[in-house]
């Protein structure tokens, strides 16, 4: 059972520490968010688990990290300038602007029509402007002279910093087709639709990965890309599955439509999940073919090409592009993690059931209370594994509570030091400790000594 609505994972995030609205203090700031100590960990989490699976894990895929402020040419030569619009209509009578193609699909409730069939206004049933092109980029300014010659766009997407060192990367690491590079960063976007927490906002981090190959011997029927695209998708299908944990029946692939589809792309899938409000992208899988290599060549002047040292021709090779939003995909592990269910007294209980791997505290250590006892022995413990795995120490409260804290939060271990472990009444301790599973609520006594051995065993991937 996923998170029963938005709202819900909104108020946990900002109550617990993950996301909190942006600039509350003069009275928020829309569309913009901030992450709080346990969102940073997580998205730092999820990052690190697709650069593992993208970049560590093969030997055909190498990083970058190209800068933000570009050459306001890459975006002409990208067609961003000229394409990268949104349909913009407003309403005459309260002037709220809306994005038409979000207001036929129903994003902001259901299609008010006049006697003509044409939408009306969704806040005031007012009548419509014609529809205008809103370029989404965001424009700045460099330098202090205000003219055409100093705008430069901050990015909307990290792919064009890939192509344009397309070159730089085969020559300083000797690389050979097929091989990929990868890249995670932030990328801004004017969005005009309200978003829907962090599904949608104006800044949200990306993880993109060009995969260069061979041109198909046949342009026309490129059956050899076509099937590296197909096992793409499903490598990135698996990813979401195996890695983050999510739900596979709140997953599937959607296909574009050939109406949908951008001239020069010889196909594109979507990852879609299963919001709360229904169906919604996670990630695009983009068969490019050879567009954006051959029109940086033809924008700059310089060709870029690659030489097969087989045929010792220069060929400009194609691509295929997973791109997937990290931000988008963090509030998917939230909602698909979150689980309501009785506890052993038959209240309820909120538990993250997040994937040990990218849950942002992996033990939380509990002295049974702050008894002086207790505390110099689960010090040591906390000193002893906070080095290796993100730890937290806390001992306030009843242990009760804070057990549901650290389900709440998604900690997949809490270690419990009692009286036991230390020795009470002239009795020497156990030097013992108890591991309590966050998901049975099972408990176990583990000596100190083989106490990293247990957690190792516990925490896969961390
Ligand atoms: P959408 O149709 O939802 O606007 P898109 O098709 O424009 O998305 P892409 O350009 O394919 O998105 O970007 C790749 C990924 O980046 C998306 O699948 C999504 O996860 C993420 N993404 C895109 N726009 C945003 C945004 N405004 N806020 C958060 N994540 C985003």
Redesign the pocket.
């Known amino acids: 059972m996923p998170a029963p609505d938005l709202e819900t994972i909104v108020s946990l995030c900002k109550r617990r520490g993950f996301i909190f609205p942006a600039a509350e203090l003069y009275g928020g700031f829309a569309n913009t968010y901030d992450y709080g100590p346990l969102g940073v960990e997580l998205k730092r989490n999820i990052r690190d688990a697709w650069w593992r699976a993208m970049v560590r894990e093969r030997d055909d895929v190498v990083g970058l990290d190209a800068a933000l402020i570009t050459h306001p040419r890459v975006w002409v030569a990208s067609g961003h300038v000229a394409t990268f619009n949104d349909p913009l209509v407003d309403c005459k009578k309260c002037r709220q602007r809306w994005r038409l193609d979000h207001l036929l699909e129903g994003d902001y409730g259901p299609v008010k029509r006049d006697a003509a069939g044409n939408p009306l206004c969704p806040n005031d049933g007012g009548e419509l402007t014609e529809p205008r092109q809103f370029n989404l980029m965001f424009k700045t300014q460099i330098g202090t002279v205000a003219d055409d010659s100093a705008i430069a766009y901050l990015p909307p ?1 990290t792919a064009q910093g890939i192509f344009i060192n397309f070159e730089n990367v085969v020559n300083s690491m000797r690389r050979k087709l097929p091989f990929g590079i990868a890249q995670t960063r932030v ?1 801004f ?1 004017n ?1 005009i639709t309200p ?1 829907k927490f ?5 800044e ?1 981090e ?1 993880m993109e990965m060009e995969y260069f190959c061979f041109p198909p011997k046949d342009r026309e029927n490129p059956a050899e890309y076509l099937e590296l695209h197909q096992q793409w998708i499903a490598a990135r299908l698996a990813w979401y599955r195996d890695t983050l944990g999510i739900e596979a029946s709140r997953l599937r692939i959607r296909n574009h439509e050939k109406a949908e589809l951008s001239h020069y792309s010889a196909g594109t899938a ?1 990852i879609e999940y299963l919001f709360p409000w229904g169906w ?5 899988i983009a068969a490019r073919t050879d567009f954006d290599l051959t029109a940086h060549g033809n924008e700059s002047g310089h060709p870029i090409t690659y030489f097969d040292e087989e045929t010792h021709q220069h060929l400009v090779p194609w691509v295929i592009e997973p ?3 990290l ?3 963090l509030a998917v592990t939230l909602l698909d993690a979150y689980t309501e269910e009785p506890d052993e007294k038959g209240d309820k209980r909120v538990v993250l059931k997040f994937r040990p791997n990218v849950a942002p505290v992996k033990i939380a250590v509990l002295p049974l209370s702050k008894n002086e006892t207790l505390r110099p022995f689960a010090r040591k413990i906390y000193d002893m594994l906070r080095t290796s795995w993100m730890t937290q120490y806390d001992e306030t409260q009843s242990i009760g509570r804070r057990y549901r804290r650290q389900d709440e939060i998604g900690t997949p271990v809490c270690i419990t030091v009692d009286f036991q472990s230390v020795g009470e009444g002239g009795n020497t301790g156990d030097d013992a400790v108890t591991l309590r599973d966050r998901d049975t609520q099972e408990q176990v006594r583990i000596p100190v000594a083989n106490l990293m051995a247990a957690l190792r065993e516990r925490l896969p991937g961390c």
Request: net charge negative; no cysteine.
């Open positions: 997407e990328s976007r969005e978003g962090v599904f949608r906002t104006l949200f990306q979507d919604g992208e996670l990630e695009g791109a997937a939003g931000t988008r995909t």
